[in-house]
């Protein structure tokens, strides 16, 4: 435990750092979407969800999920907020589907699964001397990427980095395609925020998941498509992998990423830590059930 958080101390504390880097466990794996399809029990496809324990198939946007969330599965320990992708399958010659495992980045001790988000100020680097102010309780935003899966078997596997605009126009919370109320200043994650326009005045901090799907029990060549084509499939059917997106609703507790935020340089000295155990500990009750492990002749949802 001591060494787990140290580590992440050390990986914190790179140079004029103008960025937070953390791991967040596997809350749940299920067919909830409670931006698009709110209330959907189950929604049309599945997800993978890591973050505070207020997630539900319904979020009621005037509860602050900061103050009802009890645990969180981040190493932040403030940081309620949650963060969800749809979930990478193998479909194997045969016609049947398997679930592909997620893995955590080294850096960041044992977490189960999950993802590693990032917010960034202006770059890695700099803030771009602007004041960049923390999402307001219960934004939620879906965001789009698109790429490609590859064509050939990845000895590491494959990782999938959604990325989200650092613009917001100041008013509204959400928008009817989740879309609108942000604003994309850059194509691709990781590279300085260009200047907001005036339509999206308020700089928010960049928000990005990587998460890393262990294709390794996958890469025997003779269980993947006679055609030459890629065997991988997002649980919303999309061999191609253009449609793959993100969704983020905050949920940080009080005002911890705003002051996050204003120091100079961005000390996260000043943000609780959990141990991976406790991260790990943290779960929320399957309300789906249904059987999506094992090899299925359909994607959940999808027959
Ligand atoms: C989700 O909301 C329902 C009511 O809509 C409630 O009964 C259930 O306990 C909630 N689940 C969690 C995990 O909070
Ligand atoms: C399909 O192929 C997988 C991978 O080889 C195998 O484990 C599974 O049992 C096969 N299923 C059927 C129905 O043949």
């Not at 189950?42 to 969800?49: G, T």
């Not at 935003?141 to 126009?169: L, N, S, V, Y």
Request: with cysteine; charged share 15%; proline share 7%.
């Amino acid at each position: 435990m001591k060494g787990s958080s140290l580590s992440l101390a050390l990986a914190l504390a790179a140079p004029s750092q103008a960025y937070l880097r953390f791991g967040c466990a596997t809350l749940t794996v299920q067919r909830l979407d409670p931006l698009v399809e709110p209330g959907a029990i189950p929604s049309a496809h599945l997800h993978q969800i890591v973050g505070g324990n207020a997630f539900n198939a319904t979020m009621d946007p005037s509860v602050d999920v900061g103050q009802k969330a009890t645990c969180t599965t981040c190493s932040f320990s403030e940081d309620f907020s949650n963060y969800w992708t749809a979930v990478m399958y193998f479909k194997a010659r045969n016609g049947t589907y398997k679930r592909v495992p997620q893995y955590p980045n080294a850096l960041l001790g044992n977490l189960k699964g999950g993802m590693t988000i990032y917010y960034l100020q202006e770059s890695f680097n700099s803030n771009g001397n602007q004041k960049i102010t923390a999402f307001k309780p219960d934004i939620m935003t879906r965001f789009p990427e698109t790429a490609e899966f590859p064509k050939q078997p990845c000895p590491a596997g494959i990782m999938a980095i959604h990325h989200f605009p650092a613009c917001w126009d100041g008013k509204n919370l959400d928008t009817p395609n989740h879309q609108d109320h942000m604003y994309n200043t850059v194509q691709g994650a990781f590279r300085p925020a260009g200047a907001c326009p005036s339509s999206h005045p308020v700089r928010v901090p960049q928000v990005a998941f990587e998460t890393m799907w262990d294709t390794a029990q996958f890469n025997d060549k003779s269980l993947w498509p006679e055609d030459g084509s890629q065997p991988f499939v997002w649980s919303y059917e999309d061999s191609l992998g253009y449609g793959t997106h993100g969704d983020y609703l905050f949920g940080w507790k009080g005002d911890a990423l705003q002051r996050a935020m204003d120091s100079r340089p961005l000390f996260s000295d000043g943000l609780a830590i959990q141990s991976v155990d406790q991260a790990n500990r943290c779960t929320i009750r399957n309300t789906v059930n249904e059987e999506i492990d094992g090899w299925l002749d359909s994607l959940p949802g999808r027959n």
